[in-house]
């Protein structure tokens, strides 16, 4: 068990390196695609607990994220606390949500759950951050500009200082993927798969399912506002669009595609969400045997769904979920061969 | 002792009763089993006991704890753990995590210490790993907990549901139908695991199950219920030759003479069969409820089957309609080999399926209904013969089908098969849930559909009824066609079917036989019969036969009368 737990943190550990290592050299833009990277991932993450685990849908995480990031920008932009401060401020919120939200659940399954979590999203979509009602909390139109942050004293904005920034973010990132990895091994993270497999089965096994829903939900929550919460910093302000309704769709829709199982999933669809419409809209123009051509966003969004089908037929469990199972096949193959069996994590 | 007291318990769905003022008593170490027919109640008493369903009234008590109203997890905590009856073991985990989800749901453990690994949540883990073991190992599932749980086999599934409860250390486990889709070898095997359970773990135990073998073998006192009130109770002995009991499961004893059914003439009996079936086997996911089933129905002929529940009679109607795909044997309708074939295709051909609980649309008036019959079949129908056939539809042309009564329901259903012109009409459990009087109605009907040339497949819970209008008659058992015949000879033999019902001590029956002692016996019925009987029962019946020094065939058939006549 233990010698599990150490391989991970390796893992956990090789990955920051690794992937700290990225982005240094690239220009700004990229720079930036790669803090937005690891904050979509965050969003992707809390599905891994919600869907992967405990088999609940929500089509509201960006607003989960969103309420993260706007309650940080107000925090910092009104209250000019530490951006400390600020992230914990927007986890705690996104947390309470979460549980509201979670609320629900508590009775719903399936389709009218997704429905309802579609309307959550909906209304703070339209009626809060669009809303003038609520402008002490975002901002107004313009949103909350934060052009000068601190964290532990270091200063990080997104100008100057977007490495500072992806750095703390990739760290947290690589901590809460490897508490979220031992959560699944573990009694509770037990608890959270049998509500999944079957909710009567585990209710009559004595699993409270009021109180690990409502766990769930409101965790699911906190890892997406977490994410959220360094949005302004990233971005230099905060503003609704990003965390509209089609972006919590299009985390449902990418967590499946990359597998909503695995939490390593989570890392590859959020550099997916992050480069690939910027790599499209960067080079994805140009002359093609003398005919103009122009690949914009829209693009993306129709590659997704096309990915999203051809994966479902071929790849069931996911990209990450599917690879990762050929790869064991694999090397369980090597290790008969060799006279030794070799366990991976 | 009394561990479970449950004192006027009522529930009503709707306007139907479904339990009414059930009282019962569960003592300490005991297994009790709680038996009836088809919608007797028995599952709303088991939900009402482990909490999925609330009672209107009375009041369920578990030692001096209150169990009417706790929450489902509240139960857990008490000592009640219970199974079920469509397996819901945790399918994506090992069989060993399942066992360790109650035990540690129990305990209480953080959820930040276990995915931070602080030491404590490993201590418990560890004990928890042990304890799972030592419990596989009285089951004898030791060689199966690392395996993923949705992976076995549904006879281990259940062995495993049983384990998982026991991981909660309970004092009383509900068992929901834990011989539903086993065979007889693996019903004996359950009993016997069953014992050693209480033995070991000092458990009481409350099993509800259809299958009367089981509960014959293992429980030391049995409730029945019937329409939702309780029937009778006692000791299985008793249970077992109870008059009330043998006539709820089997519906009254008809009082006709057996002449007076025609049978179809004999010269249509050399006819070539319209609907052949062979060697066909179907099932659900991992379980394979039908095996081996051949049976024929001729033009113009009315069949029965009969056995009790879960035998595989509804199994074997939708692999013959095509709304399951049949795994393996060969379904004829008309010369045609439809196996496989789709249900909407299946039905053109003339071969109309009458689910249980009848599939009707509750929001369509009758006379929609039955229009609905002409667009699928492409042409306009007239549905006045429908009207004539069933005049108390004609007042009713405009009612919701959904507010009509079980038996006019029934009838709307009826009609519409009807007017499809079908060449076989196959229904499924005609009488369920209606008042005898209907029930005999609706059993009129089937004569006319005789009349009009038109071959019917019956599945009945009431065997008399059936057996009155059918020309012939197959008894399934265990997934199988256990006996067949025409259905005078089948009604004659009461005891046989009886038999296949109550696993009734006709086994003798098999050792009369042996003894050469001049009774006939069926051989098809030994066959049954000898996989049927307690060992118990058989020893006592041997003894008897000793100390009185006579052949144990002659004390069987001697009971079986006094069964009879009673």
């Given at each position: 068990?233990?010698?599990r ?11 920051f390196t690794?992937l700290a290592?990225i982005p240094?050299?690239?220009d ?5 695609d790669?803090?937005?990277?690891v ?13 992967g685990?405990v ?5 509201c ?6 309420v ?15 951006y400390l401060?600020a ?5 705690v ?12 659940a ?5 389709i ?6 579609l309307?959550?999203?909906l209304?703070f979509?339209r009626?809060?951050?669009q ?31 977007l490495?500072a ?6 760290a ?10 031992n959560?699944h091994?573990?009694g509770?993270?037990?608890r ?14 004595g ?7 409502l ?9 997406a506002?977490?994410g ?9 302000s ?6 509209w ?9 990418i967590a ?15 550099a ?14 140009g ?12 693009w ?9 089908i ?12 599917d ?9 369980s193959?090597?290790?008969a ?7 991976v994590? | ?13 709707g306007?139907?009763?479904a ?5 019962l008593?569960?003592?300490?170490g ?6 009836g027919?088809?919608?007797?109640g028995?599952t ?9 369903v ?9 030692d ?6 706790a929450?489902v ?6 000592g ?11 399918g ?13 749901a ?13 030491p ?8 928890s790993q042990e ?6 190992h009285?089951?004898?599932?030791d ?20 384990a ?6 309970p004092?009383l ?12 070898q ?22 509800v199950?259809h ?9 030391d006192?049995?409730?029945?219920l019937?329409?939702?009130k ?6 299985p ?12 499961y089997?519906g ?12 179809v003439?004999t ?6 069969p ?27 002929e ?11 009679k ?7 309609s095509?709304?399951?795909?049949p795994?393996?044997?060969?379904v ?13 295709r299946?039905?053109k ?9 009848r599939?009707?649309?509750p929001?369509l008036?009758?006379?929609d209904?039955l229009r ?17 056939l ?8 405009n ?18 098969a ?7 009409v ?26 009009e040339?038109?071959?019917v ?5 009431f065997?008399?009824?059936a ?5 012939r008659?197959y ?6 066609i ?9 009604r004659?033999?009461r ?11 006709v ?7 042996a ?14 019969v000898?996989?049927?009987?307690p060992?118990?029962v ?10 009185e020094?006579?052949?144990?065939g002659?004390?069987?058939v ?5 069964v009879d006549?009673q």
């Amino acid at each position: 068990m233990t010698s599990r737990l150490m391989f991970r943190v390796l893992g956990a550990l090789v990955a920051f390196t690794v992937l700290a290592r990225i982005p240094v050299g690239f220009d700004v833009g990229f720079k930036f695609d790669a803090a937005l990277a690891v904050i979509w991932a965050f969003g992707l993450l809390s599905l891994v607990l919600l869907t992967g685990y405990v088999g609940q849908i929500s089509l509201c995480q960006a607003t989960f994220a969103g309420v993260g990031a706007y309650t940080a920008g107000m925090m910092v932009s009104s209250l000019h606390v530490d951006y400390l401060v600020a992230v914990i401020a927007g986890v705690v919120v996104a947390f309470a949500l979460g549980v509201i939200v979670g609320l629900p659940a508590l009775r719903l399954r399936g389709i009218t759950l997704a429905i309802v979590t579609l309307g959550i999203a909906l209304v703070f979509d339209r009626y809060i951050f669009q809303d003038h009602a609520f402008e002490w909390f975002t901002g107004g139109t313009a949103g909350w500009r934060v052009g000068q942050a601190t964290m532990f004293g270091v200063r990080m904005d997104s100008s100057a200082h977007l490495m500072a920034a992806y750095l703390v973010l990739l760290a947290l990132f690589c901590l809460v993927a490897l508490l979220l990895v031992n959560l699944h091994e573990s009694g509770a993270g037990r608890r959270f798969r049998a509500i999944r497999d079957s909710e009567l089965a585990a209710a009559t096994m004595g699993v409270n399912l009021t109180r690990y829903k409502l766990l769930a939900f409101g965790m699911s929550a906190a890892i997406a506002g977490m994410g959220g919460a360094f949005y302004p910093l990233v971005a230099g302000s905060v503003s609704p669009q990003p965390f509209w309704l089609f972006t919590s769709l299009q985390f449902a829709a990418i967590a499946v595609l990359m597998g909503v199982r695995y939490v390593p999933a989570a890392a590859l669809g959020g550099a997916f969400m992050a480069f690939v419409p910027d790599v499209l809209t960067r080079y994805g123009h140009g002359t093609f045997m003398g005919h103009a051509y122009e690949i914009s966003y829209d693009w993306f969004q129709i590659a997704v769904g096309v990915l999203l089908i051809v994966q479902l037929i071929t790849l069931p469990d996911g990209v990450w979920g599917d690879l990762r199972s050929r790869v064991h096949h694999a090397w369980s193959a090597v290790g008969a061969v060799g006279g030794r069996k070799v366990k991976v994590a | 002792m009394t561990m479970l007291r449950v004192r006027d318990l009522t529930v009503r769905f709707g306007g139907i009763v479904a339990l009414d003022k059930v009282s019962l008593d569960l003592n300490r170490g005991e297994i009790l089993g709680l038996i009836g027919p088809n919608g007797a109640g028995k599952t709303t008493l088991f939900n009402c006991i482990s909490g999925v369903v609330r009672p209107d009234t009375g009041s369920i008590y578990f030692d001096t704890h209150s169990l009417t109203y706790a929450p489902v997890h509240e139960r857990a905590r008490l000592g009640v753990a219970r199974t079920f009856q469509n397996l819901q073991l945790w399918g994506s985990m090992t069989v060993e995590e399942n066992l360790i989800v109650p035990m540690d749901a129990l305990g209480k453990r953080n959820t930040f210490s276990d995915a931070l690994y602080l030491p404590f949540s490993g201590f418990a883990e560890r004990a928890s790993q042990e304890r799972a073991r030592a419990i596989l190992h009285v089951l004898d599932l030791d060689r199966y907990a690392r395996t993923i749980a949705g992976d076995l086999p549904a006879g281990i599934q259940r062995r495993v549901e049983l384990a998982r409860a026991l991981a909660m250390r309970p004092r009383l486990v509900l068992l929901d139908e834990p011989a539903a889709g086993l065979d007889a070898q693996e019903t004996a095997h359950l009993a016997e695991v069953l014992h050693a359970v209480r033995q070991r773990f000092h458990v009481s135990m409350l099993l509800v199950d259809h299958d009367m073998s089981l509960v014959m073998r293992v429980c030391d006192y049995v409730y029945v219920l019937d329409f939702g009130k309780m029937l009778a109770r006692g000791e299985p002995s008793a249970i077992r030759n109870d008059p009330k009991v043998i006539a709820a499961y089997l519906g009254e004893e008809s009082k006709k003479l057996t002449g007076e059914v025609q049978t179809v003439a004999t010269a249509k009996r050399d006819e070539r069969p319209l609907l052949e079936v062979s060697k066909l086997a179907a099932g659900y996911g991992g379980l394979e409820v039908i095996r081996d089933i051949n049976l024929t129905v001729r033009p113009g002929e009315v069949v029965a089957c009969i056995g009790a529940n879960g035998a595989g009679k509804t199994t074997t109607l939708r692999a013959i309609s095509g709304m399951i795909h049949p795994r393996a044997g060969r379904v004829m309708f008309a010369g045609k080999d439809v196996t496989g074939s789709t249900a909407e295709r299946i039905s053109k051909r003339g071969l109309i399926h009458i689910p249980e609980g009848r599939g009707l649309f509750p929001n369509l008036s009758v006379e929609d209904t039955l229009r609905l019959v002409s667009n699928t079949a492409g042409r306009e129908v007239d549905i006045s013969p429908a009207f004539k056939l069933f005049p108390k539809l004609r007042e009713r042309r405009n009612q919701l089908v959904g507010t009509l009564s079980g038996g006019e329901q029934q009838m709307v259903a009826l009609a519409r098969a009807i007017l499809s012109d079908p060449r076989l009409v196959m229904i499924d459990e005609m009488s369920q849930g209606l008042a005898p009087t209907v029930v005999r109605q609706l059993f009129e009907i089937i004569r006319v559909f005789r009349d009009e040339g038109i071959a019917v497949l019956l599945v009945e819970q009431f065997v008399e009824s059936a057996l009155d209008v059918a020309d012939r008659a197959y008894v399934f058992e265990h997934g199988t066609i256990g006996l067949s015949g025409p259905a005078v000879e089948l009604r004659s033999d009461r005891k046989l079917v009886a038999g296949s019902y109550l696993g009734t001590a006709v086994d003798a029956a098999a050792i009369a036989s042996a003894n050469g002692n001049g009774h006939r016996v069926d051989p098809a019925l030994m066959e049954i019969v000898s996989v049927r009987v307690p060992a118990k029962v058989k020893r006592a019946l041997e003894q008897r036969a000793e100390t009185e020094n006579r052949p144990a065939g002659a004390v069987v058939v001697e009971l079986l009368e006094k069964v009879d006549h009673q």
